[in-house]
């Protein structure tokens, strides 16, 4: 069977369809690493694509660079192998102790000077695949890197109750579109919110997480 995605159009909100999922992620195909960054909550999020410097409204604040792609790991466990025979793998979890195993904690910033992933090593491979506690994703590029996001099965508290429910991960597209994924199976392809914000370089703004 052969089917089509329009990327500038929505979907959903969905459950399950998994492959459906996976041809979405097949944009990322053949886009480069650029970098990690800490987003706010102390998030990860993962750059990929072209990079673009975009000036804020505010002439007082300094430029930054965001890249075409956005990967947000949100609610998500997530561990990242880095090169084809594994010398490290990093990873977060509810459960990880300092002492755990011979590992070490490490701030999300160590990540951002030293990433376990090639600049520039292209994805090659994009997969969603459902859990029983929702979507993953597995990401492999082509220094032999891997990058898996799992659903944090963690059951919410009651002042969890009280928020909006927090996606497992988004991925935000040049198109102005952005994929949302979880709680739960249940994933959409929606329109993005976008910083009020001129990249330097004349480009169109890019869609941002927020």
Do not use: C
């Not at 995605?5 to 459906?20: C, I, Q, S, Y």
């Not at 792609?69 to 979890?93: D, H, Q």
């Not at 376990?116 to 859990?131: C, D, M, N, R």
């Amino acid at each position: 069977m052969v089917g089509t995605v329009d990327l500038r159009a929505a979907h959903g909100p969905t459950l399950d369809e998994a492959p459906w999922l996976s041809a979405y992620l097949q944009q990322v195909i053949g886009q480069p690493f650029v970098f990690f960054r800490e987003s706010y909550g102390d998030e990860l999020t993962m750059h990929l694509g072209t990079p673009v410097t975009v000036q804020p409204p505010n002439p007082k604040l300094k430029a930054r660079t965001e890249s075409s792609y956005v990967l947000t790991f949100r609610g998500s466990a997530w561990w990242i192998a880095s090169g084809p025979e594994t010398a490290s793998l990093t990873l977060a979890g509810p459960s990880l102790t300092p002492d755990g195993a011979g590992g070490r904690l490490i701030p999300l910033k160590d990540l951002e000077k030293s990433p376990p992933i090639t600049p520039g090593a292209l994805v090659q491979l994009a997969e969603a695949s459902l859990t029983p506690a929702g979507f993953g994703v597995l990401l492999w590029f082509s220094d032999g890197s891997r990058l898996a996001l799992l659903p944090d099965p963690a059951p919410e508290s009651a002042e969890d109750e009280e928020l909006p429910p927090l996606a497992d991960w988004e991925l935000f597209t040049p198109h102005g579109m952005y994929l949302k994924v979880g709680p739960g199976s249940k994933w959409a392809y929606l329109p993005s919110r976008t910083e009020k914000s001129t990249p330097a370089n004349g480009d169109k703004a890019l869609p941002f997480p927020v």
